[in-house]
């Protein structure tokens, strides 16, 4: 856990691990703070936020909602850092398995060139014993 102090407020930055709900739960939670905000400054859509309409608002809801974007941010961030190990060690994961089936492949393609050789052998053994018994014959 990481422990930061901006402007006397303290947020706690838990180092999590990526999965899909998380990044939807993430979304949710900017969007439920644009919308906070949008509703604050009487506008209807993220676009329509501008310089003028946050100067409308008073200090105290526009550091709420700095700090509460700051703190979506870190977690992001954590979070972006996460998928990125996860997505390195499924890299890692495909790249040895891909080995292990090149690895079984060779080892089957040894196999049949073995028992090829075998058979050929053997059919050279008989066809030499043929012509051998025809010229006696």
């Known amino acids: 856990v990481i422990v930061i102090v901006i402007a006397s407020a303290t947020y706690n930055i838990i180092l999590m691990d990526f999965s899909v709900d998380l990044l939807h739960t993430m979304e949710r939670d900017m969007d439920t703070e644009i919308v906070k905000l949008m509703e604050a400054v009487s506008v209807s859509s993220p676009s329509d936020i501008s310089q003028s309409?946050?100067?409308k608002l008073n200090k105290g809801p526009l550091i709420t909602f700095f700090l509460s974007m700051l703190n979506m941010y870190?977690?992001?961030?954590?979070?972006?850092?996460?998928?990125?190990?996860?997505?390195d060690h499924m890299k890692n994961e495909k790249i040895n398995l891909q080995k292990q089936l090149i690895d079984s492949q060779s080892e089957q393609m040894n196999s049949v060139k073995k028992?090829?050789?075998?058979e050929m052998k053997t059919w050279a053994?008989?066809?030499k014993k043929n012509i051998t018994q025809s010229k006696v014959v």
């Open 53 to 55: 309409a946050l100067n």
């Open 74 to 87: 870190e977690k992001n961030v954590s979070m972006c850092k996460s998928a990125a190990a996860k997505l």
């Open 115 to 118: 028992t090829v050789e075998t």
């Open 125 to 127: 053994e008989v066809a």
